[in-house]
Antibody, heavy 123, light 113 residues
Framework: EVQLVESGGGLVQPGRSLRLSCTAS????????MSWFRQAPGKGLEWVGF??????????EYAASVKGRFTVSRDDSKSIAYLQMNSLKTEDTAVYYC??????????????WGQGTLVTVSS | DIVMTQSPDSLAVSLGERATINCKSS????????????LAWYQQKPGQPPKLLIY???TRESGVPDRFSGGGSGTDFTLTISSLQAEDVAVYYC?????????FGQGTKLEIK
């Protein structure tokens, strides 16, 4: 069974940092691109960024709202994707979802979603 | 950025009846090199993550009931539920993955009439 489990969320003050982890199982993690999305309370879905598989260079792309502050990375030996979030703002408050894309090189649908982890940015 | 607009914002349909949700993109999401529309539909129930229903505009994800179907091409797309069941109550989102940033429609809340 394909499974994604996010961890690392919590309450953090504005300007501080937080790192989210996404532990994957049930599929060949290294073969797929991985994405992060977020959903503010009562709002719609927003793409945050993704990382391609190593076969496609392991390169990353980001939404403009997080570019320069957030970094997506991956450890294929541990089947974990990370979202490093720096200089957090109150508007970053959301449930963050890790997803497996259906392709290796990005530009793809997300066919498996984690349960999400809540990040609250507040003083 | 590609803007995705869904209609209606909410929809109430009787059990067993057809439900249709529309999605329009501000530019074409059809890749002429492979003739694929980079459009997906997701279902989100309260307190749960989104679930993929349809990708490439019309390919049903494994395990999704065949009452769900997707259609359209270019800039205009539809999600149809042929016979509404109680468990289909949810918010439905379309998403384009033709270009980054990936973008979603605002969501359509589907309820039972």
């Amino acid at each position: 069974e394909v499974q994604l489990v996010e961890s690392g969320g919590g309450l953090v003050q504005p300007g501080r940092s937080l790192r989210l982890s996404c532990t994957a199982s049930g599929f060949a993690f290294g073969d797929y691109a991985m994405s992060w999305f977020r959903q503010a309370p009562g709002k719609g879905l927003e793409w945050v960024g993704f990382i391609r598989s190593k076969a496609y260079g392991g390169t990353t792309e980001y939404a403009a709202s997080v570019k320069g502050r957030f970094t997506v990375s991956r450890d294929d030996s541990k089947s974990i994707a990370y979202l490093q979030m720096n200089s957090l703002k109150t508007e970053d408050t959301a449930v963050y979802y890790c997803t497996k894309e259906g392709c290796s090189g990005g530009r793809c649908y997300s066919n498996c979603w984690g349960q999400g982890t809540l990040v609250t940015v507040s003083s | 950025d590609i803007v995705m607009t869904q209609s209606p914002d909410s929809l109430a349909v009787s059990l067993g009846e057809r439900a249709t949700i529309n999605c329009k993109s501000s530019q074409s999401v059809l890749n002429s090199s492979n003739n694929k529309n980079y459009l997906a539909w997701y279902q989100q129930k309260p307190g749960q993550p989104p679930k993929l229903l349809i990708y490439w505009a019309s390919t049903r994800e494994s395990g999704v009931p065949d009452r769900f179907s997707g259609g359209g091409s270019g800039t205009d797309f539809t999600l149809t539920i042929s016979s509404l069941q109680a468990e289909d109550v949810a918010v439905y989102y379309c998403q384009q993955y033709y270009a980054t940033p990936y973008t979603f429609g605002q969501g359509t809340k589907l309820e039972i009439k």
